[in-house]
């Protein structure tokens, strides 16, 4: 694998709302693998920067980020 995967927008913003439930859908991230263009692959896709108290998380096949049960809390510094 030379090249890393490209995501369809290089910044994403979505927003989410204090408080919300768990699993609430935020964004979906949609990447191509330029080492593959031949057929679709199989990216696998995970958080690995900035998300340390676990508020949200994505899954791996489909890229869906969702809040996880801990409440965003605008005054609770991260």
Do not use: C
Not at 4 to 17: K, W
Not at 25 to 53: C, F
């Amino acid at each position: 694998n030379d090249n890393a995967p490209l995501t369809s927008d290089p910044i994403y913003h979505p927003v989410v709302m204090e408080n919300s439930p768990k699993e609430v859908s935020v964004i979906r991230i949609e990447a191509q693998d330029p080492d593959h263009t031949a057929t679709p692959s199989r990216l696998s896709y995970r958080i690995t920067a900035g998300n340390p108290q676990n508020f949200f998380s994505i899954h791996p096949k489909t890229g869906l980020i969702t809040t996880t049960a801990r409440k965003l809390d605008r005054e609770q510094q991260a």
